[in-house]
């Protein structure tokens, strides 16, 4: 693919995993204001955001799984469609009750456009610049991260909650038209789905997400402990079940590349460390230091800005240097930060964190499209789309881990901010740790 239908066809990942990202901070932000002009509580609002989550998260792998049949143009395109009639959906809802019905909807898109949006990087780009087009996703994702709270401040300044949904329609119309014209092409494949595999996946998920969920909220321990049992049973039949199935979901065999695995551990470690830190920070600016939701966006702001630098500058590198001492180098930078912030957190003034912000975005751009240009180079090309599911599940796994760490921490009569910054940046070491052994292991070329 060369030209202007690669460029056309890298347009339509870029827009369609900025929508995808951008939601969760508008429609975060819209939360309250949502409650108000609904006339419910605000436990019951916050499942507007839940239950895309939920859905999203827990249809990743099956997604994945079954473009191997209907080939990868075809489920990405559905799930743009879903999506965006999705954001109509919730763009005209009158009610909580239909709100969360196009949420829903709105989740499966989300979920279609996550699990293969790194895969298609792999057909759209040949190998030799697979880091850069990692490096251009990792822009889009600083973007969103940045941009997504603000966007959802202004847009709420200016009009009703309506628009915080409306805004994605017309971009979703347009990347909707760009696939049908760009992304390549593949033809229906006899190929199985394996239904138990999906339904076992759903269920380890959604278990596990609907338990984090609850220890935030401080519910009954004997929910949550049956939620975590179900998840755990869960993800043994589901292992179990890949290990037999004639069209798996993830294949195992994925795994018996060590660096493969490396760097799916490093994933997990990673994002808890950062889901810990973007949870904990918006409750030390705006609790212990007394800023307004505006000041605290604007002094969350350095991270992902610093991330929009150092990522897409890290994916090319990575095309050129090994992407584990690259990786390993940027965990350096994001140790050092996250310490700095877990030290200055008693500090009194926002801005002593600064700087160690700053260090926590450069470190995490050079870490982050490095590690992903691996768990996706290193896959073969023809289970691209099962790595991307993968990472797609790995990436949401750590981050719902991380804000259950902080939640439960901040539970605990001794919790604190700082010991749960402190925590983070243990975890953010061990990944660190786990990287630097990546090193010793051979690196073997993927052909193209």
Known sequence: MVGLQRRSATLV?????????????LVNIA???????????????????TSYQLVCAASLLSFAALSHLMGQWRVFSCGLVLYTLGALGASLAMGLGWLLFWRVVQGL?????????????????????????????????????????????????????????ALNVPVGLVAIWLAWRSLPYESWRRTGFDWPGALLSMLMMSGFLLAMERLGHGQSHTLIIGL?????????????????????????????????????????????????????????????????????????TPWPMALLISGPLAGRLADKYDPALLSAGGLVLFVIGMAGLAWLSSAGSAAYLLLPSL?????????????????????????????????????????????????????????????ALWLAAAVALAA???SVLRLSQPARVVAS
Not at 31 to 39: F, G, H, Q, R
Not at 134 to 142: F, T
């Open 359 to 419: 260090l926590c975005g450069l470190g995490y751009g050079f870490f982050q499209a490095p590690n992903n240009r691996e768990i996706i180079g290193y896959a073969p090309l023809a289970l691209s789309a099962s790595a991307s599911g993968v990472l797609a599940s790995l990436r949401t796994f750590g981050q719902c881990q991380g804000s259950a760490m902080v939640a439960l921490i901040m539970a605990l009569p001794f919790g604190s901010v700082s010991l």
């Open 13 to 25: 990942v870029m827009l369609a995993t900025l929508m995808v990202v951008l939601d969760l901070g």
């Open 228 to 300: 975590a049992v179900l998840s755990l049973l869960a993800f043994a039949a589901f292992v179990w079940r890949q290990g037999r199935a004639p069209a798996p979901l993830v294949p195992l065999s994925l795994f018996a590349e060590p660096r493969f695995t490396s760097a799916s551990v490093v994933t997990v470690l990673a994002f808890i460390a950062q889901g810990a830190a973007f949870v904990a920070l918006p409750f030390l600016y705006q609790t212990l230091m007394n800023a307004s939701p505006l000041q605290a966006a604007l002094l969350f």
């Open 432 to 434: 660190l740790l786990v």
């Open 109 to 165: 898109g989300g979920a279609a456009i996550l699990s293969l949006g790194p895969s298609l990087y792999r057909k759209i780009f040949p190998h030799r610049l697979l880091g850069h087009a990692i490096g251009l996703n990792a822009l889009v994702v600083a973007f969103g991260l940045a941009s997504g709270p603000s966007l959802g401040g202004v847009v709420l300044s200016m009009a009703s909650w309506h628009w915080i949904f």
């Open 31 to 49: 939360l309250p204001t949502l409650a108000t002009a609904l006339e419910v509580s605000e436990s019951r609002a916050v499942w507007v955001a």
